[in-house]
Every structure is written in structure tokens, then in C-alpha cells.
């Protein structure tokens, strides 16, 4: 089980990474070609500037998922400086589990959003719609919740629980 873990979290890690270079690559490419056409030409790529905001949304998410995976998230762990150190396993398990919960619902309405854009029709540019770009809002939630699921079971192999046994 702790192979197939690490091997989907490895594949994941692979992807995000790699998805993001190319984001990065395309973003300072587009960003630099936008500053040269403007001062140098007075012209300017038309969607550029759209174009990258959507970018920028695209790098946050899997930032995001990035961040979880290596817990440097934000996050409020004072409950875990204040209760036992025994506790602490239980807590960040409990933690796993709500964020789980909040980041499932968050993709849902990251999907219904999705859906009014795709009934709406709305175009970004150039015939491309807009929501190819929003895509990511569902999927990046998703990912984050996957993160978390990855955490949660990976802490249950640890077994939380055994410090609570008593002899």
C-alpha cells in the first residue's frame, strides 16, 4: 500500500512540476514579449495580459497542491503546541480529514462554476472559451483534496492510535 502511495504521489509530484515549468516558461516568455512590443513597437498581443492572469491561476493551484504535499501550507497548529504530544497524531489526522472534506466541496463548487461558464458561452479570446482556462479551480481543489488523502492515509498506516494503548 505505502509503494502505491508514494508511487502516485511521485507520478503527481512529476506532473505538477513539469506543469508548472512550462507555465513559468510561457509566462515570462509572453510577459517579456508583451514589454518589448509595447516599448519598442507600441503594440501588444491583444489577449496577452488576459492570458497571463489566467497563468497566474493556474501556477497558484498547483502551487497549492505542491504546498500541501510538503505540509508548508498555511496553516494554524496552535491546538498542537497547547494539547499532549500524544494527541498530536489524532489531531493532524482529525486536520487531514476536514481539510479532505472542505477541499471535496470547494472542487464541487469549482464544478458548478464551471458548468454556469460553460453554459454561458463566454469566449477569453480568439473563439477560445474561458472556462479551458477555469478548468483548473475544480481540478486544483481536487488535487489539494488528493494531497490531503495521501497525508490522511499515509498517517493511518503510521497507525495514530498506538500511543493511546495502554499496558
Known amino acids: 500500500m505505502r509503494t502505491l502511495l508514494k508511487k502516485i504521489d511521485v507520478s503527481l509530484t512529476f506532473f505538477e512540476n513539469s506543469l ?57 497548529d496552535i491546538l498542537t503546541r497547547v494539547i499532549a504530544k500524544k494527541f498530536v497524531p489524532l489531531v493532524k489526522l482529525l486536520v487531514d480529514a476536514v481539510a479532505i472534506i472542505v477541499s471535496v466541496w470547494l472542487a464541487k463548487a469549482g464544478y458548478v462554476f464551471l458548468k454556469f461558464e460553460i453554459e454561458a458561452n463566454t469566449i477569453l479570446f480568439k473563439n477560445i472559451p474561458a472556462w479551458y482556462f477555469q478548468l483548473i479551480i475544480p481540478v486544483g481543489f481536487g488535487l489539494i483534496g488528493l494531497r490531503f488523502l495521501l497525508k490522511f492515509i499515509e498517517q493511518i498506516l503510521d497507525n495514530p492510535f498506538k500511543y493511546f494503548k495502554t499496558n
Open 20 to 76: 508548472i515549468v512550462i507555465i513559468l516558461g510561457a509566462m515570462v516568455l509572453l510577459a517579456f514579449l508583451q514589454v518589448l512590443l509595447r516599448n519598442v513597437f507600441e503594440t501588444g498581443i491583444l489577449w496577452g495580459d488576459i492570458f497571463l492572469r489566467h497563468l497566474v491561476l493556474w501556477v497558484g493551484f498547483l502551487g497549492a497542491s505542491l504546498a500541501t504535499r510538503e505540509e508548508k501550507h498555511i496553516s494554524i
